[in-house]
């Protein structure tokens, strides 16, 4: 593992034990050879706090109301007509229903839990989100350099990254 100047002082020069503190396995593509890092058991997370911050207006035009799926019609043609002055003049003549209100939230990330004290010739690989707020720490890393087949799902990182 090649590792810089200010991840050396941590890990030294020897062997290092690297310890996998997210649910996934860690596979990180080498040029000769793969490294499959199991996960530990042991999952290091953020607290987090969801807090409103809104709603998104948008028109769901492939959903119509009830009372178009009763009587047949499409949203365009609706009995329920919405009036220009309720929504504007591109509302106009569309099912109420079809309007509709997407909640926004805003995520607020506290305190890291399940992350142990550094450990000597140790690195511990965590999600982003952990090492963001530990970033002080030099034994923390998560994966990098990310490799995805071909429906683009990740299959392995080609190194770690200290953030």
């Known amino acids: 593992m090649k590792l810089t100047k200010k991840c050396s002082e941590v890990v030294g020069k020897g062997s290092v034990k ?3 503190l997210t649910p996934h396995e860690i596979n990180i ?3 000769n050879r793969n490294i499959k890092i199991d996960p530990s058991g042991t999952v290091a997370r953020c607290t987090v706090r969801i807090e409103k911050a809104g709603v998104i207006k948008t028109i769901d035009e492939k959903d119509p109301c009830v009372n178009c ?4 019609q499409d949203s365009t043609s609706c009995d329920l007509a919405i009036s220009p002055d309720i929504f504007g ?4 003549g569309r099912c109420p229903d079809i309007t509709v209100q997407i909640p926004l939230s805003k995520s607020v ?3 890291v839990e399940n992350l142990p004290d550094p450990q000597e010739d140790t690195v511990f690989v965590v999600s982003s989100i952990v090492a963001q ?3 002080g720490r030099k034994d923390i890393f998560i994966v990098n350099d ?8 990740i299959i392995g990182c080609r190194s770690l ?3």
């Open 146 to 153: 990310t490799v995805r087949d071909k429906n683009g799902r």
């Open 18 to 20: 690297i310890v996998n």
């Open 89 to 92: 003049d591109s509302n106009r």
């Open 109 to 111: 990330f506290g305190e």
């Open 133 to 135: 707020a530990v970033s």
């Open 161 to 163: 990254a200290h953030i």
């Open 29 to 31: 593509i080498l040029d």
């Open 69 to 72: 799926l009763q009587s047949g």
